[in-house]
C-alpha cells in the first residue's frame, strides 16, 4: 500500500473512530492525557507499519490494542506492573459481574465516550475549558475548528485545552459518571458539546466536504442516550428533536458528488419521514416535562416548521421570525441575531433584514465570521446592489474554511458580474 494511501486510512479511521479510542484509553489507564499520547504514539505506528501489512479488518481496534500495549510496556518500566494488573482485574470482575445483576441502575452510563464527556465537563474546569476540551477529544475537532466556532484565536483555544488537561490531573479526576446530584452541573455543557459537534458535522467548518455525517450521527447517538439518562430534562429532548429534525435533511443535502444543494433547492421528498417522526415526538416529549421551551427546543421549533413544509414557499417564515425573537431573549448571540435578520429577509423582504445586518456590522461582533458578509452579499444581491453584493461574496468566500461552500459563494458572485 503507498504511504499516502495509508496515510488516508489513518486519518480516516482517527476521525471516526478517535473518540471511542481515547474514551477506552482513557478508562483503561485513568488519565485523559496518558490516553492521548497513547493513542497519538499508536497512530504513528500504524503510519509505519500499514503501508507494509495493509489496514488491519478492524483498524480501530488494532489502534487501541498497540496503545494498550505501549501503556503496559510503560508501567513494566516504571515497576507497577502489579499494582495495574490488579486495576485490571478489578474491572474484569465488575465487567463480568454486571451481567449477573438482577436489578438495573438507570444512572449507570455504559457509553465510554459518553463518561468521557462527563469528565471533560467536570465542575473542576470553566465553561469555556470544558467545551475547548470536548470539543477536541470527543468530536475530533481541530483547534482552529474550535476557534471558528467560538470567533476565538486558535492559540487561546490551545492553552485552554492544555490547562484543562492539566486541571484535570491535579484534582484526580476519576473516569466515572457523576452522581445523579451532580448532573445538573455538567448537563449544560454537555448539551452544548453535543449541540456543536453535530453542527460541525452537518456544516463542517473546514475541509473538502460538505458535511462530516459520522460526526453529526455519533453526536445525535449520545443525545439519545443522555436523553433517555435525564428523562425530565426538556432541553435533554429537545435537542434530540433539534438533531433528528436537522438530520432528516442529510440525503438532500449534496448532489452524488458532494455538492452542497441549499435548503431552497431541495428535493424534499428525500428527507427522511421517520427521522422527522422521531424528532417530532421527542419535541413532544420536552413540552410534556418542561415549562415552555428552551433554547434548544426553540431551535427544534424552528426545524419542523421546516419540516412541516411542503415546499420551500411554503414555509412558515413569519413563525420562524417569532421563534427566532423568542431565542434572542434566552440565548443571545450576533449568530442568532444574524440567524434572525435572515428569516426576516424571508418574511418581510431584505431591506428591513439588511438593516439588522448593518447593525451586526457596526458592532464588530462577527468579525471573521464568514457568514455575516454572506448574508449581507444575498440581501444586497436581492435589493439589485449587484456590485455591493459580489464583494460581499467575495469577502465571505475568503473567510469560507470549508471548500465546498467557498466555491458556491464564488459562484453566487460570479453569476453578479
Same mark, same amino acid.
Given at each position: 500500500? =503507498?504511504d499516502?494511501?495509508?496515510?488516508a486510512?489513518?486519518?480516516?479511521?482517527?476521525?471516526?473512530?478517535?473518540?471511542? *479510542? %481515547?474514551?477506552?484509553l482513557?478508562r483503561?489507564?485513568?488519565?485523559?492525557?496518558?490516553? /492521548?499520547?497513547?493513542?497519538?504514539?499508536?497512530?504513528l505506528?500504524?503510519?509505519?507499519?500499514?503501508? !507494509?501489512?495493509g489496514?488491519?479488518?478492524n483498524?480501530?481496534?488494532w489502534?487501541?490494542?498497540v496503545?494498550?500495549r505501549?501503556?503496559?510496556?510503560?508501567?513494566?518500566r516504571?515497576e507497577?506492573l502489579d499494582?495495574?494488573?490488579?486495576?485490571?482485574a478489578?474491572?474484569? $470482575?465488575n465487567d463480568?459481574s454486571r451481567?449477573?445483576?438482577?436489578?438495573?441502575d438507570?444512572d449507570?452510563?455504559d457509553?465510554d465516550? #459518553?463518561?468521557l464527556? &462527563? *469528565?471533560?465537563?467536570?465542575?473542576v474546569l470553566?465553561?469555556?475549558?470544558?467545551v475547548?476540551?470536548?470539543?477536541?477529544?470527543?468530536g475530533g475537532?481541530t483547534?482552529?475548528? *474550535?476557534?471558528?466556532?467560538?470567533?476565538?484565536?486558535?492559540?487561546t483555544?490551545?492553552q485552554?485545552?492544555?490547562r484543562?488537561?492539566k486541571?484535570?490531573?491535579a484534582?484526580?479526576?476519576v &473516569? +466515572?459518571v457523576?452522581p445523579?446530584e +451532580?448532573?445538573?452541573? @455538567?448537563?449544560?455543557a454537555?448539551l452544548?458539546v453535543l449541540y456543536?459537534? &453535530?453542527n460541525?458535522?452537518y456544516a463542517?467548518s473546514s475541509?473538502?466536504?460538505?458535511?462530516?455525517?459520522?460526526?453529526?450521527?455519533?453526536?445525535l447517538? #449520545?443525545a439519545?442516550?443522555l436523553?433517555?439518562?435525564? =428523562?425530565q $430534562?426538556?432541553?435533554a429532548?429537545?435537542l434530540v428533536?433539534l438533531? +433528528?429534525l436537522s438530520?432528516?435533511?442529510?440525503?438532500?443535502r449534496?448532489t452524488?458528488?458532494?455538492e =452542497?444543494?441549499?435548503l431552497a433547492?431541495?428535493?424534499r421528498?428525500?428527507w427522511?419521514?421517520?427521522?422527522?417522526?422521531?424528532?417530532?415526538a421527542a419535541?413532544?416529549?420536552?413540552? /410534556? %416535562?418542561?415549562r415552555? @421551551?428552551?433554547?434548544?427546543?426553540?431551535?427544534?421549533s424552528?426545524a419542523?416548521?421546516?419540516a412541516?413544509a411542503?415546499t420551500?414557499e411554503?414555509?412558515d417564515?413569519k413563525?420562524i421570525?417569532l421563534?427566532?425573537?423568542a431565542?434572542?431573549? #434566552?440565548?443571545?448571540?450576533p449568530? %442568532?441575531?444574524?440567524?434572525?435578520?435572515a428569516?426576516?429577509s424571508m418574511?418581510?423582504?431584505p431591506?428591513?433584514?439588511?438593516e439588522?445586518?448593518?447593525k451586526?456590522?457596526?458592532?464588530g461582533e462577527?468579525?471573521?465570521?464568514h457568514?455575516?458578509p454572506s448574508?449581507r452579499?444575498?440581501? #444586497?444581491g436581492?435589493?439589485?446592489?449587484n /456590485?455591493e453584493a459580489?464583494v460581499e461574496l467575495? +469577502?465571505?468566500?475568503r473567510?469560507?474554511?470549508?471548500?465546498r461552500?467557498? !466555491?458556491?459563494l464564488?459562484?453566487?458572485? /460570479?453569476?453578479?458580474?
Open positions: 500500500m =503507498p499516502s494511501s495509508a496515510r486510512a489513518v486519518e480516516a479511521v482517527w476521525r471516526i473512530e478517535s473518540a471511542k *479510542i %481515547v474514551a477506552t482513557t483503561t489507564v485513568g488519565d485523559l492525557d496518558l490516553a /492521548e499520547d497513547l493513542a497519538g504514539q499508536a497512530l505506528e500504524a503510519m509505519q507499519q500499514w503501508p !507494509a501489512t489496514v488491519p479488518r483498524p480501530a481496534a489502534l487501541t490494542s496503545a494498550t505501549r501503556a503496559i510496556d510503560g508501567w513494566r516504571r507497577r499494582e495495574r494488573y490488579a486495576y485490571f478489578r474491572e474484569l $470482575e463480568a451481567f449477573d445483576d438482577v436489578t438495573w438507570p449507570r452510563i457509553d465516550v #459518553l463518561r464527556m &462527563f *469528565i471533560a465537563c467536570h465542575p470553566n465553561r469555556k475549558a470544558q475547548a476540551l470536548t470539543l477536541r477529544v470527543v475537532l483547534t482552529d475548528e *474550535i476557534g471558528k466556532a467560538f470567533l476565538t484565536p486558535t492559540a483555544v490551545q485552554r485545552i492544555v484543562a488537561k486541571t484535570l490531573t484534582a484526580k479526576v &473516569f +466515572e457523576p445523579r +451532580e448532573f445538573s452541573s @455538567r448537563l449544560g454537555v452544548g456543536l459537534i &453535530f460541525e458535522g463542517a475541509g473538502a466536504e460538505w458535511m462530516r455525517t459520522e460526526l453529526s450521527s455519533e453526536a447517538r #449520545l439519545r442516550i436523553a433517555e439518562l435525564v =428523562p $430534562e426538556a432541553e429532548h429537545g428533536a438533531m +433528528e438530520a432528516s435533511r442529510f440525503g438532500a449534496t452524488s458528488t458532494g =452542497p444543494i441549499l433547492d431541495q428535493d421528498t428525500r427522511d419521514r421517520t427521522q422527522i417522526t422521531r424528532g417530532l419535541l413532544a416529549r420536552a413540552d /410534556e %416535562v418542561g415552555g @421551551r428552551g433554547p434548544y427546543g426553540l431551535q427544534a424552528i419542523q416548521c421546516h412541516q411542503a420551500f411554503d414555509t417564515w413563525k421570525v421563534l427566532y425573537e431565542l434572542r431573549q #434566552l440565548a443571545p448571540s449568530v %442568532v441575531d444574524l440567524n434572525h435578520a428569516a426576516v418574511a418581510y423582504g431591506a428591513p433584514a439588511l439588522f445586518v448593518d451586526l456590522v457596526a458592532a462577527l468579525a471573521g465570521y457568514l455575516l448574508v452579499g444575498e440581501l #444586497l436581492r435589493l439589485g446592489r /456590485e459580489r467575495l +469577502e465571505a468566500a473567510l469560507a474554511g470549508n471548500e461552500e467557498r !466555491a458556491v464564488i459562484a453566487k458572485a /460570479e453569476s453578479l458580474s
